[in-house]
């Protein structure tokens, strides 16, 4: 069975598109087949992040006004086989959408890979319903900032009555030093607040902004950076490992010494 | 908040806008227990100012059979109330296959609506056909003096932008999250952390009490009295309870103490 899978937050601009791309790309690193699905209607950024800008002809609207077959809208990656992407409609044809069409657009989607991962539009209207509506699992991001993980608390009450039983909270932009200095909330605080399980905590870091300018995720890179192992860290919750949350409360520079030390325990 | 201490920005009860006594509490989806069975009650449409989308129907039916399936045994039947409300047959389907979920069966549907009834009774349901109320038509149903319900009891975390309200008691099991706030004719009791807001004796019974864990909430009301959580969380947090002193404020005392002083009023409860 594939999972199908819902990345959203209630605010915007907190980081779902950047974990959807990284995670994707994780995931397919990890060996698997997933299909990343951008339901921000109007608004469609997923591609870019991707860097599949120019690869896209038809997308989930002409999918299901019958206009092209599933196949057709699908953009490959070719740096990452396993990994492909439904873009979202830009159009006006994106206010016809209604989430009975996208819950077979996504059902039909998910007998083609292990995962679906769909990156939702920010709020709770037609586009957040629309995102949810095939989902059997969610990943809520928020930063550690009130407003944040209020709309995230509220997110999470209308999943619950959606049935999406699975939630896993993931905390974006973590600036270890200003918790340490009290002007941030700690993870706990968000976790004491929202009562679900964590998942990842992905710190502030520059190279997401590079690598969204250049279309290429993190998590594509060789070297990964901390965002990028923080990103590879939640794929592998994904599927079931339990990996060591990281220490960020140190510096960077022994960062990669200490990564080395967790992987090699981990493989002995 | 220190123990007995009076809250800053309390308003005294006469002051408060008469809108807060009126807290027409009668409007949300209630699952109510009788003889064997259970009663799935939904909101009439003509009681209601406001006017509840489906979305917000269905939401509330979900939070409910959420936060409160240990009472029942499974496949125990559900009599739908449906009153005045129109429901058409995806509505119908849709309060079916939540209520599976529960592990519940709907019985029987009663209605007041002709359209309801027919998509009952297409959709395979029995249907009972009643007559409107007349209550509907003489249009203040908050003077009808009601009994208080029974009270309603939720395992649950009460999150931002969920509202609760009940003509009765209610107690959570769980935390009420800032932004999230609970509405009640009686007491509310929150075993857990009360961040959100929480009025009891909505209806202006201020004898009320509001009782938590763990005090820290955005606001607190007893009948027409507010009061504000100071600025400044506490160090450390004991189980409170709130409540309208003889002289007319709302104070907040530790629950030991509480109960070790009991106050004159408390007997003339209801
Ligand atoms: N961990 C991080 N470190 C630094 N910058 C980040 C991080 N995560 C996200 N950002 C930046 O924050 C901005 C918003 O991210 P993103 O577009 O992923 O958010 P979103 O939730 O999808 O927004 P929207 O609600 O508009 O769809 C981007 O410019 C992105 O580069
Ligand atoms: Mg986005």
Known sequence: MSRIIVVTSGKGGVGKTTVTANLGMTIARLGHQVALVDADFGLRNLDLLLGLENRVVYTAAEVIIGECRLEQALVKDKRQPGLMLLPATQNRRAEAINPQQMKQLIGELSKMCDYVLIDSPAGIEMGFKNAIAGATEALIVTTPEIAAVRDADRVVGLLEAQSVKRIHLIVNRLRPKMVRENDMMSVEDVQEILAVPLIGVIPEDENVIVSTNRGEPLALADNLSLAGVAFQNVGRRLQGESVEFLDLDNNNENFFSRIGKVLRTKIF | ?270
């Open chain 2, 1 to 270: 908040m220190t123990s007995d201490s009076v809250l800053p920005n309390v308003v005294p009860t006469p002051t408060v806008s008469p809108s807060l006594r009126e807290e027409n509490i009668k409007f949300q989806v209630r699952l109510k227990t009788e003889d064997g069975g259970l009663q799935l009650i939904l909101p009439a449409e003509a009681e209601s100012s406001i006017d509840h989308t489906w979305t917000e129907l269905w939401e509330q039916l979900k939070h409910r059979l959420n936060g409160g399936d240990r009472f029942w045994q499974p496949q125990t039947k559900v009599r739908l109330m449906a009153q005045d409300r129109l429901l058409d047959g995806r509505q119908l389907k849709a309060i079916a296959d939540a209520l599976k979920e529960a592990e519940l069966q709907i019985e029987r549907i009663y209605t007041t609506r002709r359209q309801t009834a027919v998509a009952a009774a297409t959709a395979g349901y029995s249907v009972e056909q009643q007559l409107r109320f007349s209550s509907v038509v003489s249009g203040k149903p908050s003077q009808l003096k009601e009994p208080v319900a029974e009270p309603l009891y939720l395992e649950l975390t009460v999150r931002s932008g969920v509202e609760i309200r009940h003509p009765g008691t209610v107690a959570i099991v769980g935390d009420v999250n800032p932004g999230g706030s609970i509405i009640a004719v009686g007491d509310i009791l929150v075993w857990g952390r009360l961040r959100g807001i929480a009025h009891a004796g909505c209806q202006g019974n201020s004898q009320c009490r509001i009782m938590a864990l763990q005090m820290e909430p955005t606001q607190l009301r007893i009948a027409s009295s507010v009061a504000r959580a100071p600025d400044k969380p506490p160090k450390q947090f004991y189980p409170e309870v709130a409540y309208i002193s003889p002289e007319g404020i709302l104070r907040i005392a530790r629950a030991a103490d509480f109960v070790r002083t009991p106050i004159e009023t408390m007997e003339d409860k209801r």
